[in-house]
Structures are given as structure tokens and as C-alpha cells.
């Protein structure tokens, strides 16, 4: 490019990788992407491209480095921190996230979408009391927006403001009834009552034309919760089963994949043997609490929240990225087969100590902190030799409680398995397998924790939790009214009510449908 000035230069090498990324040449888009930073050196936007490159390549380490650089730049242009706070969300390097957070303030000159994108970010890495004040930003500079009402509806809901959360819903969806969001997110907020639901008006918007799958999902997911309140099983049947065909219509996935992760989990063994736990550490003690999703995990999380030596901080993706980045792959979800082949040759004590200087920043001086991602129990292998003190606890559910919960569910495309009945029992099936095989290979590292026995005499499971923690009992965790920590989960509802035992199991009135679940399930 002899003759050319610089900046022209520049352009036509940024011009030039975008068209071969978009054409799906990443290597040769990398190549350009690296020729545009050689001409012009740590130019912010460039290093941000560069990390999405090597993020699609599977080079976790040389992503995460493009990502720190660019943030180490200082940059403060609106269109390149955006992109950079989704890069830093992925590794979860959330001090340097809300430094460019800190960048764009005060939230009064931010544009709209750029408040919400950004408190949709906060509230991914569990700062949902964070989000809520930009979104009231957002709300005051325009306070009939239907994406902030509804963005607010989420958070609100995370941090117990239900009766505001329901409020913005209706606000939304008076003025843009089309939002299929708004009347999942509605649905959940409250009992629908017979003189009191929308039962009539989520029909007639499942009913418009041209619905795409997502918002089929979402609708008929809403209407399923609201029929249920209602008492009327038949058709609350229906629109579930209508709402999981639609979700699972968007998700590819195979029964065959995840029994390959598993086998290939089951056979990892680690480099170096785990040295035994130390009685003592100056370091705060990791309580993991892990297992199926809708198994009881955020309850007994918010329950030890109540002890002042234990900070609650939620579902974390930090082990993940810990195990990202010493085999140096960016894998989909928690874990993948190509994580689980490299890490035996890696030191996973390397992983540990990634793993607790990455959530220090989080805690208060507390003796013990949980980590509550259900899907930890993965992780449980390479857990157990990176962190020889972390306490590991499972909670243990009955598995068609566990299995309708999961069914009954939307969430995002992290549990592709939870829509189909044959699909749920197959992945529980490997669930539980794996779940044996890590109590065989690590006896007395894990605790099972029954929830139908937590939730009938929760004070005598938690001196037992307490006791395998190395923890004192404390009364206030039974006090769980007046709790005021955002639960970022889908049991942010359910959570904040007391504990509640049923006698008749949710499931009961559905049995009939759910037979070939039960007979799936086994023994």
C-alpha cells in the first residue's frame, strides 16, 4: 500500500478483515486485523476485533489478553466500550468491566440502548443493585420505553421489588402488547388469581401471525404458569408442551454429545494428586453447591447467606474461565470434551488460584463464600484438585420434582436438554451416573444435601451442612424474610417466600402426562 497515507491504510486493513469476518474467514480476518494494529498501535477498536477472533479460533489466553489491552488503552468511545464490556463479561474480568462502566459515566449523557445493554451486563455478572440504576436512568430520560420497562421487570424481580417489577410489566405491555417478554416476565410474578390473570390476552397474542419459535416459547411459557395457578392442568399441559417444542425447534443439541462429555469427565485424572486440605488457611474457604438446575441450589444458598461468615454471591462462571484459560480453550458452556482431555496434562492448582484472585474482589472479609452454578457438578473433578479446601455440596432432589421444575422452565440456551421428556431423562440418567462416579473418586469431598429433607427440617440439615463446612451454625440462616441480596436466578421469585414443604408434590396432578418421563427416568 506504497503511496497511501496512513490512515488510509488503516481504514482499508479494518475494511478489509470486517468483510472476511463476515464471510467467516477468521484467520485471514486476523491476519488484516494484526496488520491494521501494526499501523496503528493499541488502537482500542482493533485489539477488541482481535479478541473476537482469537475467541473464535479457541485461543482463550490470547483472546483475554486483546480483551485486557484494549481496556488498558483507557479508551473512552461509547461504540468501542461496548463492544469491550462484552468482551471482559465473556472472561469474566469484572474490576476492568466496571472501569469502562465508570468511563461513560454520569449515566445522564448515555443514549438509552447503551443503558440497558450495559445493565444487562451488570446483571449477568450478579450485580443486579448496579443495573438498576442505570435502567432508572433510562426510565427517567424516557419513562414509557417499553425495552427499559421491561429490562427494569427483570432486574426488579432479581432484587424482590416485585410489586414495582410488575408494575413497569404492565406499563410495557399497555403500549406494546406485542412484547412477548413482557407476559412471560409478568406470569411469574404473582398467583394468578380467577378474577385476576391474562390468560385471555396471552392467547390472542399467541394467536397473531407471523410469531417467530422465541416468542411462541415465551408465550406459551406464560400461559402454562397461568393456567397452572388457575387449577387447569389439561390446558396448561398443552401450552407447555407447545412452548418446549417451540424452544427446543432453536437449540441444536444431541443426547450423544453430552454422554461424551461425561465419559470424557469421568475419565480425567489430574497430573498431581490433590495434596490434603489444610485444617487452616488465611484464604476464604469456597463452598461450591452444585447439582441439577431446579434442585434446590439457590434456597440453600440464600439459607447460608444468612451466617455472617458466609458471603452468597451467586452463580459464577469463574471456575470456568479458570479452566478456559489453563488449557487455553474458549469452550461453549460450562465445560466441553476438549477442556476435559487437556486438563490432565495442565496444573490445575494453577486454576485454583486464578479462580479465588478472580473473585476476591467480591468479598467482604467473610470466612466462606458459595458459588451456587448447578452445573458445577461438571466441575467437581477438576474442582477437587484445584481448590483441595473447597467444600463441594449437592443437593439431592426427588429426580420427576427435579425433571418437571426443569421442564416447567425457560432458560436461556444453556440447558438445551430441558425440552424434550425422553432428552431430560437421558441427561438425568448421565446426571446422576456422574454424579456416583465423583463420590467414588472423591470419598468424602462431597455432601449430599436431600431437599425434600432441607425444606421439612431445614435447622437439622444446616448444623449437618455446617458441621462438613467446617462452619458455625448460625439461628439467622433459618431467617430468610427481610433478605435484601439480589438472586440472580430463575428462583428469584420462589426464593424470597418462606420455606415450603409440600405435601402433594407439584408434579402429582400431571402425572398421567408425564408418564413416559417416569418410565424414562428409571429406577
Not at 469474566?92 to 465508570?102: K, T
Not at 440502548?113 to 427517567?140: C, F, M, W
Not at 402433594?504 to 402425572?511: D, S
Amino acid at each position: 500500500m506504497n503511496g497511501i497515507p496512513p490512515a488510509s491504510v488503516f481504514s482499508v486493513l479494518l475494511e478489509r478483515a470486517e468483510d472476511s469476518a463476515t464471510r467467516g474467514d477468521i484467520a485471514h480476518a486476523t491476519q488484516l486485523y494484526s496488520q491494521a494494529l501494526d499501523a496503528r498501535p493499541e488502537d482500542p477498536y482493533t485489539l477488541v476485533q482481535l479478541s473476537y477472533m482469537h475467541s473464535l479460533s479457541g485461543h482463550y489466553r490470547q483472546a483475554q489478553d486483546f480483551a485486557l489491552r484494549a481496556h488498558a488503552t483507557a479508551t473512552c468511545a461509547p461504540k468501542v466500550l461496548l463492544e469491550l464490556i462484552a468482551r471482559l463479561r465473556t472472561f469474566n474480568a469484572v474490576p476492568e468491566l466496571l472501569e469502562c462502566v465508570e468511563r461513560m459515566l454520569p449515566a445522564s449523557r448515555m443514549p438509552i440502548p447503551l443503558l440497558i445493554n450495559t445493565a444487562a451486563h451488570l446483571s449477568y455478572v450478579n450485580l443486579p443493585g448496579q443495573a438498576i440504576k442505570l435502567l432508572d436512568e433510562a426510565r427517567r430520560a424516557d419513562p414509557d420505553y417499553p425495552t427499559t420497562l421491561l429490562a427494569r421487570t427483570q432486574v426488579l424481580t432479581y432484587l424482590g421489588r416485585f410489586h414495582e417489577a410488575e408494575q413497569d410489566a404492565a406499563r410495557a405491555l399497555k403500549r406494546a402488547p406485542e412484547i412477548a417478554q413482557g407476559w412471560w416476565l409478568q406470569a411469574a410474578l404473582r398467583k394468578q388469581q380467577p378474577t385476576s390473570h391474562h390468560v385471555n390476552a396471552i392467547r390472542a397474542q399467541l394467536n397473531r401471525p407471523n410469531r417467530d419459535p422465541s416468542d411462541i416459547a415465551l408465550l406459551a411459557f406464560a400461559l402454562h404458569k397461568e393456567l397452572d395457578d388457575l387449577g387447569d392442568v389439561t390446558g396448561a399441559w398443552e401450552a407447555l408442551m407447545l412452548a418446549c417444542r417451540a424452544k427446543r425447534s432453536t437449540l441444536r443439541y444431541d443426547i450423544s454429545e453430552s454422554r461424551q462429555l461425561m465419559q470424557a469427565l469421568a475419565a480425567f485424572e489430574p497430573s498431581e494428586i490433590p495434596t490434603t486440605p489444610k485444617k487452616a488457611t488465611s484464604a476464604p474457604t469456597p463452598i461450591f453447591i452444585v447439582g441439577m438446575h431446579r434442585s434446590g441450589t439457590t434456597l440453600l444458598e440464600q439459607l447460608l447467606d444468612g451466617s455472617p461468615n458466609v458471603h452468597g454471591i451467586g452463580e459464577l462462571y469463574d471456575f470456568t474461565s479458570a479452566m478456559r484459560h489453563v488449557t487455553d480453550h474458549h469452550c461453549r458452556g460450562v465445560v466441553d470434551t476438549t477442556i476435559a482431555e487437556r486438563a490432565t496434562g495442565v496444573n490445575l492448582t494453577e486454576a485454583g488460584q486464578r479462580y479465588l484472585h478472580g473473585i476476591a474482589w467480591r468479598l467482604r472479609g467473610e470466612a466462606f463464600f458459595t458459588d451456587k452454578l448447578p452445573s458445577n457438578f461438571l466441575n467437581i473433578g477438576f474442582i477437587a484438585s484445584a481448590l483441595p479446601n473447597a467444600k463441594i455440596l449437592h443437593m439431592v432432589r426427588d429426580p420427576v420434582e427435579t425433571c418437571f421444575s426443569n421442564l416447567r422452565e425457560l432458560f436461556s440456551d444453556a440447558n438445551p436438554y430441558s425440552y424434550d421428556l425422553q432428552e431430560l431423562a437421558a441427561y438425568h440418567r448421565q446426571y446422576r451416573a456422574l454424579m456416583a462416579h465423583w463420590h467414588r473418586r472423591f470419598p468424602g469431598r462431597i455432601l449430599d444435601v436431600d431437599y425434600a429433607h432441607l425444606v421439612r427440617k431445614p435447622e437439622e440439615v444446616l448444623r449437618k451442612i455446617c458441621g462438613f463446612c467446617g462452619l458455625d451454625f448460625d439461628p439467622a440462616m433459618l431467617e430468610l424474610a427481610g433478605r435484601r441480596r439480589g438472586v440472580v436466578t430463575a428462583s428469584a421469585v420462589q426464593v424470597r417466600n418462606h420455606i415450603e414443604a409440600r405435601e402433594v408434590p407439584k408434579w402429582a396432578p400431571y402425572a398421567e402426562f408425564l408418564a413416559p418421563l417416569i418410565q424414562a427416568l428409571g429406577p
